[in-house]
């Protein structure tokens, strides 16, 4: 299994809705990354995260960390057409060094409008 | 122009073909990275190096080298290509003084290995 779990693997919704993306370490986090990667492109750094129960916002896009549980949690208000792409959570666990990240699958959202 | 640039952006070869994959940033980073992307898998380290002097393997590094020609420039060579190594690859750099874990990525380079 993996290092790091993402659910739901893919998400269609109607704009305007709300929705949530988890992502799940196996292991304990020493830092928790957002990124999204529209299709066919390269990957956006969207927050990092590092202390349980911190909350970051930017847009409307919001990401908790609970460290406890060694989870953090994407959630998305009113979507709109431009949140459509791939959202993956990187982690710094035990094992990494530096920069170097280990990524959860990623979690596919369409947007209907 | 992107800050980090990998060529070629597609390619198709065949089995037991040489292929060089090329990297380059003008962000003036020294670590640079290489990530191979399959569906459902994420992203996974292939290589890796923190400054010219420095290379280091990653989570999946058989079946491929690399080579750090200057700061700037980090190519991922494929030496005799597999069907399995059909991938989207990555190019990423950092730096100390960016947030730590932001990386920046190319737009990456699709590569079928028939």
């Known amino acids: 299994s993996q290092e790091l779990e993402q659910s739901p693997q893919s998400l269609i919704v109607q704009e305007g809705k709300n929705l949530t993306i988890n992502c799940t370490s196996s292991k304990t986090l020493y830092g928790l990354y957002w990124y999204k990667q529209k299709y066919g492109e390269g990957l956006i750094f969207l927050m990092m995260?590092?202390?349980?129960?911190e909350e970051k916002s930017h847009e409307k896009i919001t990401a908790k960390l609970d460290e406890k549980k060694q989870q953090s949690s994407l959630h998305i208000t009113a979507s709109q057409p431009s949140h459509a792409g791939i959202y993956l959570c990187?982690?710094?666990?035990?094992?990494?060094?530096?920069?170097?990240?280990?990524f959860g699958g990623g979690t596919r959202l369409m947007v209907k409008p | 122009d992107a800050d980090v640039t990998q060529t070629p952006r597609n390619r198709i070869t065949k089995t037991g073909k040489r292929i060089m994959l090329e990297c380059s940033q003008t962000?003036?980073?020294?670590?640079m990275y290489w990530y191979r992307q399959d569906p459902g898998l994420g992203l996974r380290l292939i290589y890796y190096s923190f400054d010219v002097k420095d290379i280091n393997k990653g989570e999946i590094s058989d079946g491929y080298s690399v080579s750090r020609q200057a700061q700037a420039k980090f190519s991922l060579s494929l030496e005799s290509a597999i069907p399995n190594q059909t991938a989207l690859y990555f190019c990423?750099?950092?730096?100390?003084?960016?947030?730590?874990?932001?990386?920046?990525f190319g737009e990456g380079s699709r590569l079928t290995v028939l």
């Open positions: 990187g982690a710094k666990t035990r094992n990494n060094a530096g920069n170097m990240l280990t």
């Open positions: 995260l590092q202390k349980g129960g």
């Open positions: 990423a750099t950092s730096d100390i003084g960016t947030v730590p874990g932001e990386l920046f």
């Open positions: 962000k003036g980073h020294d670590r």
